[in-house]
């Protein structure tokens, strides 16, 4: 099971990225994805969460309403779509991925490498 997230860079505040999760070595649509980030000094903090059916989503209140979270599976990939981006945004983002739904914490059983994402004009 390999998780790669792609997409991170310097944006301004306003701006948006796309981050991409890429998975391989497992059939992502039986897989719900999560998505984290950690800041500097501060504790890793739950982004957003598809289940593997779509059929729910979750966010952070920090994130409600500026970041979507979407999967094709056909494409192996997931997506966090992050608009009105804000100096509080940046970090470095990960994604994760366990069976079936949503976890309720943070128990996800594969965790991919991370994508720095910076705010900042």
């Known amino acids: 099971v390999q998780l790669q997230a792609s997409g991170g860079g310097l944006v301004q505040p306003g701006g948006s990225l796309r981050l991409s999760c890429a998975a391989s070595g497992f059939t992502l649509e039986y897989y719900a994805i999560g998505w984290f980030r950690q800041a500097p000094g501060k504790e890793r903090e739950g982004v957003s969460c598809?289940?593997?059916?779509?059929?729910?989503?979750y966010y952070a209140d920090s994130v409600k309403g500026r970041f979507t979270i979407s999967r094709d599976n056909a494409k192996h990939t997931t997506h966090l779509q992050m608009n009105s981006l804000k100096p509080e945004d940046t970090a470095v983002y990960y994604c994760a991925t366990v069976p079936g739904a949503c976890p309720v914490a943070d128990e996800y059983d594969y965790w991919g490498q991370g994508t720095l994402v910076t705010v900042s004009s």
């Open positions: 598809i289940s593997s059916n779509a059929g729910s989503t």
